[in-house]
T-cell receptor, first 110, second 114 residues
Framework: DAKTTQPTSMDCAEGRAANLPCNHSTISGNEYVYWYRQIHSQGPQYIIHGLKNNETNEMASLIITEDRKSSTLILPHATLRDTAVYYCIVRVTGTYKYIFGTGTRLKVLA | SAVISQKPSRDICQRGTSLTIQCQVDSQVTMMFWYRQQPGQSLTLIATANQGSEATYESGFVIDKFPISRPNLTFSTLTVSNMSPEDSSIYLC???????????FGDGTRLSIL
């Protein structure tokens, strides 16, 4: 079973920040949180990952709570091209394996 | 990151036939993975394919149905054998370049069985 839970869907107005939450309450101390998105008919695209500290790159920011039981992916200025399914992933403990949950279907509205 | 090429990108096949999907990476990688994505669903891991060892299959997937080859550090194949309409899915490969670094995915092979 997936180690993460996410809302099924979200809407966001174009130009606004999109905040996508993820719960991973069973995460272990040395497990990273990875975020991907999948645009229709493409493979999942890596966005960002983190362990404890907040992270930022050219695509997004990742905020991880102090207890590491949840995180939020922030797209600071959503565009129509950000419409996709977003997956939050924690590996199966002690392995390289990803278990994908159902993800959040983000729709950016004009 | 890595550039991953999958062939074919799509195919339509007859029931009972087999199809081999190729995954080529532009750098040497130890860890390669094969996933299936059924229509409207999330990704499910089929197997882990490490060079120099037998593939490790997940529950519900067997070698007779999904044989995998990993002849070197840049290439792998997945065969979907004796296909039925239930095998209609997108099949994706991914690679991991270093421990705890993110996996990178190909764009998948969209397979339809008539």
């Amino acid at each position: 079973d997936a180690k993460t839970t996410q809302p099924t869907s979200m809407d966001c107005a174009e130009g606004r920040a999109a905040n996508l939450p993820c719960n991973h309450s069973t995460i272990s101390g040395n497990e990273y949180v990875y975020w991907y998105r999948q645009i229709h008919s493409q493979g999942p695209q890596y966005i960002i990952h983190g362990l404890k500290n907040n992270e930022t790159n050219e695509m997004a920011s990742l905020i991880i709570t102090e207890d590491r039981k949840s995180s939020t992916l922030i797209l600071p200025h959503a565009t129509l091209r950000d419409t996709a399914v977003y997956y939050c992933i924690v590996r199966v403990t002690g392995t390289y394996k990803y278990i994908f949950g159902t993800g959040t279907r983000l729709k950016v509205l004009a | 990151s890595a550039v991953i090429s999958q062939k074919p990108s799509r195919d339509i096949c007859q029931r009972g036939t087999s199809l081999t999907i190729q995954c080529q990476v532009d750098s040497q990688v130890t860890m390669m993975f094969w996933y299936r994505q059924q229509p409207g669903q999330s990704l499910t891991l089929i197997a882990t394919a490490n060079q120099g060892s037998e593939a490790t299959y997940e529950s519900g997937f067997v070698i007779d149905k999904f044989p995998i080859s990993r002849p070197n550090l840049t290439f792998s194949t997945l065969t979907v054998s004796n296909m039925s309409p239930e095998d209609s899915s997108i099949y994706l490969c991914s690679v991991e370049l270093e421990v705890n670094q993110p996996q990178h995915f190909g764009d998948g092979t969209r397979l339809s069985i008539l």
